[in-house]
């Protein structure tokens, strides 16, 4: 039975892999066309696509109701979707467990950069905090400090997420993910993600505090704008608003996506804390299997 030789998503090789696990592999989108492997007998690495053997693995499923959607060139989605929110998790506790370490440091030094920013941020507003709940004193000009400190620090938290998810996505479609790869947002796209940042946490801010209804349903509209910033490159409104169209195709299952995803990190913090480290890397990867699902497009070679 023929064995092969392949170029994981952390850059190692893994080699004497059976041809279906290959295509079981493929088929959880652990690795894709361009993935690099070589035969028994073959002297250099080439991509999979170039496999007779697995080429059915990569032809496109035929057009019914249900499949991913097409982009046309203006970036309008067109089709449908359905999101397996079962699938999405138990395929991102496939992928962390097979890339434990790296994801595991990779998010853990991500998120105690956000927690140390958060620190340096609360010093400017713990004393109003303080007081608001030992004194029981509440001013507007107490209350627009927080919120002012919310909005200009809801940017720094965007583009080290978008990094990340640039990192998860990566190992998901079988591309090399180097700790490098986690701090994706700081390059060609930090300015679209800093406007991003700003305005849909500003847009969101102003939901709750008008009804909290309207403030629940942009958060879950504009779920995945980060992930379109830093992955196709878009524009941060364009990127809101494609989000929010394909979202709301099918809201309430994306909402009920967000409420086990949510579960789930907390669950890591019930169990010591510690736990955190391995269930917001499982969160964070079904997020993006979510994003893949709905917003997946023929690759390209």
């Excluded at 190692?12 to 007998?41: F, H, M, P, T």
């Excluded at 097409?70 to 999101?83: I, R």
């Excluded at 980060?226 to 929010?244: G, I, K, P, T």
Aim: glycine letters at 10%; charged letters at 15%.
């Amino acid at each position: 039975m023929a064995t092969y030789t392949i170029i994981g998503g952390d850059g190692k090789e893994y080699g004497s892999v059976l041809g279906e696990d290959l295509r079981r592999w493929i088929a959880e989108g652990r690795l894709n066309a361009q993935s690099l492997a070589k035969a028994e007998s073959d002297a250099e690495f080439r991509p999979l696509s170039a496999f007779p053997e697995f080429a059915a693995a990569f032809a496109p499923p035929p057009e019914a109701p249900g499949t991913p959607p097409v982009f046309s060139p203006t970036g309008v989605a067109e089709g449908d979707y359905e999101l397996d929110i079962g699938g999405c998790f138990s395929r991102s506790w496939e992928l962390v467990k097979g890339n434990f370490w790296p994801v595991i440091g990779a998010s853990t030094l991500v998120f105690f950069i956000i927690m140390a920013f958060n620190q340096i941020t609360g010093l400017f507003t713990r004393p109003t905090i303080q007081a608001m709940i030992n004194q029981h004193q509440f001013s507007v000009g107490g209350i627009l400090l927080i919120l002012l400190v919310s909005i200009l620090g809801a940017p720094v938290y965007v583009v080290l997420m978008a990094g990340l998810m640039k990192y998860f996505l990566n190992l998901i479609r079988g591309e090399p993910a180097a700790i490098g790869d986690a701090f994706a947002g700081f390059g060609p796209m930090t300015g679209q993600l800093i406007l991003l940042g700003l305005v849909m946490n500003l847009l969101v801010l102003i939901g709750f505090v008008l009804c909290v209804i309207p403030g629940i349903f942009l958060q879950v509209a504009w779920l995945f704008a980060m992930a379109l910033v830093v992955d196709r490159r878009m524009n941060f409104w364009d990127a809101m608003e494609l989000s929010r169209k394909m979202v709301c195709r099918h809201w309430f299952v994306v909402f009920a996506f967000l409420i086990v995803y949510t579960l789930v990190v907390m669950a890591g913090v019930i169990a010591c804390c510690i736990g955190i480290l391995v269930t917001i890397p499982i969160g964070l990867g079904a997020w993006m299997y979510a994003y893949e699902t709905i917003f997946s497009r023929p690759q390209s070679g």
